[in-house]
Nanobody, 116 residues
């Protein structure tokens, strides 16, 4: 059974930094694309950033210049370095993986709270 497990969320003050990690287990394939989505209270889930196996990235305008997505050396791992965090970045962050068969997989999410 494929599982994506996130870690690294927590409470941080505005202007601070956090690094989210995601690792997959139970896979025999490499995800074509991995990434992060987030869902704030009362809002729909939205794209944060994705990264393909080629290294090509896609990200929301709201996080450009502040967040950096990268894939780890270990198989099916992805990271999100978040700097200059703002209160509006508060959300549950979900790890995402797209398999070669175009099946989407999701983690259970990790909460990021930006507050003073």
């Amino acid at each position: 059974q494929v599982q994506l497990v996130e870690s690294g969320g927590g409470l941080v003050q505005p202007g601070g930094s956090l690094r989210l990690s995601c690792a997959a287990s139970g896979t025999i394939f490499n995800f074509n694309v991995m990434g992060w989505y987030r869902q704030a209270p009362g809002k729909e889930r939205e794209l944060v950033a994705t990264i393909a196996g080629s290294g090509i990235t896609n990200s929301a305008d709201s996080i450009k210049g502040r967040f950096t997505i990268s894939r780890g050396n270990a198989k099916n791992t992805v990271y999100l370095q978040m700097n200059s965090l703002k209160p509006e970045d508060t959300a549950v962050y979900f790890c995402y993986g797209l398999s070669p068969s175009l099946t989407r997989y999701w983690g259970k999410g990790t909460l990021v709270t930006v507050s003073s």
